[in-house]
């Protein structure tokens, strides 16, 4: 079964650029979940998606942050214009209904200069 | 906010010694799960542990769960060098979502 993919591994941009990360979650699974992990913390929900609706984007900057998933699938986390405390690794995470485990994809790399 | 908290921060041990790492957290729980993050990698699900339940084994990994305390730790017996990694406990949020700590940084030493 192939797993959660993650585009790109690593991007630099600086302050006040835009950048866009894309996330295919497992087959068949219908909740999605990006998560920002700063360097030594633990990762921290952006939004959850079941199937193409938002369940939670509490803690979703929505002035800068903005994230979609079309069809359902695959999602994009857009980031416009970006700051320097921006600069973490994000997430993608799915899992099938349930309280069950969920899987993470490698991540993307952000470094905002 | 920040419900489950691992201690200690960081620890170092030798190949083939026991790594015990610990997680509290504030509210009730369903269960709890525990995660390994690999440097520069995603996470990695360990293993479940309801609320119901007070002990739970996988090959040489042991999870305890005392709801009284609000606590859980996780036991890696016989450690290996592959063990090194960051090891964080997470809750479920009101929708499913996970609540991570900061996390143990384990090295093991050959």
């Known amino acids: 079964e192939a797993g959660v993919a993650q585009s790109p591994r690593y991007k630099i941009i600086e302050k006040r650029q835009s950048v866009a990360f894309w996330c295919n979650p497992i087959s068949g699974h219908a909740t999605l979940y990006w998560y920002q992990q700063i360097l030594g913390q633990g990762p921290k929900l952006l939004i959850q998606?079941?199937?193409?609706?938002?369940?939670?984007d509490s803690q979703l900057p929505k002035d800068r942050f903005s994230a979609e998933r079309l069809k359902g699938v695959d999602s994009t986390l857009k980031i416009q214009p970006a700051k320097l405390e921006d600069s973490a690794v994000y997430l993608c995470?799915?899992?099938?209904?349930?309280?069950?485990?969920?899987?993470f994809g490698p991540g993307t790399r952000l470094t905002v200069t | 906010s920040q419900q489950g908290e691992e201690d200690p921060q960081a620890l170092s041990i030798q190949e083939g010694e026991n790594a015990t790492m610990n997680c509290s957290y504030k509210?009730?729980?369903?269960?709890l799960q525990w995660y390994r993050q690999n440097s520069g990698r995603g996470l990695v699900h360990l293993i479940l542990i309801r609320s119901n339940e007070r002990e739970k084994h996988s090959g040489r990994l042991r999870v305890t769960l005392d709801t009284s305390k609000k606590s859980s730790s996780l036991l890696i017996t016989a450690s290996r060098a592959a063990d090194t990694a960051s090891y964080f406990c997470a809750t479920e949020g009101s929708q499913g979502n996970l609540i991570f700590g900061k996390g143990t940084k384990l090295s093991v030493k050959p």
């Open positions: 998606f079941q199937n193409n609706g938002v369940v939670d």
């Open positions: 509210t009730s729980i369903n269960n």
């Open positions: 995470a799915s899992s099938s209904t349930g309280p069950n485990e969920q899987y």
